[in-house]
C-alpha cells in the first residue's frame, strides 16, 4: 500500500480546481490511491460551507477508474452555526444517514471506502451510533470505518461497545501528529493530538486499526526558521529539534518535510499530508516514494 494518504482539506476552496486536479493527477502517477476529505471541508474558508472538497473530489472522479481509489471521508463535525466549532451536527441515526447521502451526492459514487466519525458526539450514545455505522457497512454503502479525534478514554469505550455488540470495528484511527509536540496548554478545537500513551492503546488493541496523523508538516513550518515556530509549537525544546531535523535533511540532501514523513512512516504512523502543486508532492515524497 502507498505510504501516504493525500489531504485535500483544501481543494476547492483555498486550492483552486486547476491546481487541486495537478496535484491529485500526480499523486495517482507516483501510486497513491487514498484521498482523505470530508464533510465539512473547508467551512473555515470565507467563501466555504463545507463540502467543496468532496464536490471537487466528485467531479475529478469522473476523469478515472472510480475502483482504482480508495475514498476517506468524515462525518460529525459540521459547524451548525457555520462559523464555530461551539456546536457540530453530530452522529446522531438520522444525521448519519443525512451525511452519508450528501456525502456521495458530491462524490458521484455509491460507495465510501472508508468513512469516519470525525469528532466524538458526546450527546449520542456510542452505540446507536456505532448501529448506523455498521449498518451501512452491512449494506455495502461503505467498505470500512474509521474514527477520528476521539480522546483514549472514549476511545476504548467505543473498543468495548463494538465487542461487547458485534459490530464493525474501525479500520483506522486518525489523530494530529507531527515530530514536534505542542505546548500543554495549546488548543486545537476538537482536534485531538496524538500522545505516546494514546498511540499505545490503540497499538494494543485486538482489531489493530491503522493508525494516521494528520496536519504532520504544519503548513511548512519545518521549512522555516525555528524562530517563526507558531505559538501553539513554540519552545526551547522545538526549535532545538527543528534545527537537528532541518541539519539532518540538509545532509541527506532533502527536504526538512520529507524526513519528517520518512521518520513518522518508519514509526508506524501513516501521514496525511496535502500540498498545491505537484513539484512540492515530489519534494515531501522523496524518501518514501525512492
Known sequence: MFPVILGTAKFGTFTDREQSYSVLDRFVELGGERLDTANNYACWHPDGEGGESEKLIGEWLKTRRRDDLHIMTKIGAQSVDGFTYNELDGLSRDNIRRSVDDCLTRLQTDYIDTLYAHVDDLNTPLLETWKE????????????????????????????VIQEHGLVPFNQAQYRYSLITPNSDAQFGPQIVMNEHLFGALNGLPFKPEIIGYSPLMDGYFEQSPDELPEAYDNLINC??????????????????????????????????ATSSPDLLNTNLKLLIS
Do not use: C, F
Open 133 to 160: 455505522m455498521s449498518a451501512l457497512v452491512a449494506e455495502g454503502t461503505v467498505r470500512q470505518l474509521g474514527i477520528s479525534n476521539y480522546t483514549e478514554a472514549r476511545m476504548l469505550l467505543l473498543v468495548n
Open 240 to 273: 532545538i529539534l527543528l534545527e537537528e531535523l532541518q541539519t539532518a535533511a540538509k545532509e541527506k540532501g532533502v527536504s526538512t518535510s520529507a524526513l519528517v514523513l520518512k521518520h513518522m512512516s518508519d514509526y508506524g504512523i501513516t501521514p496525511v499530508t
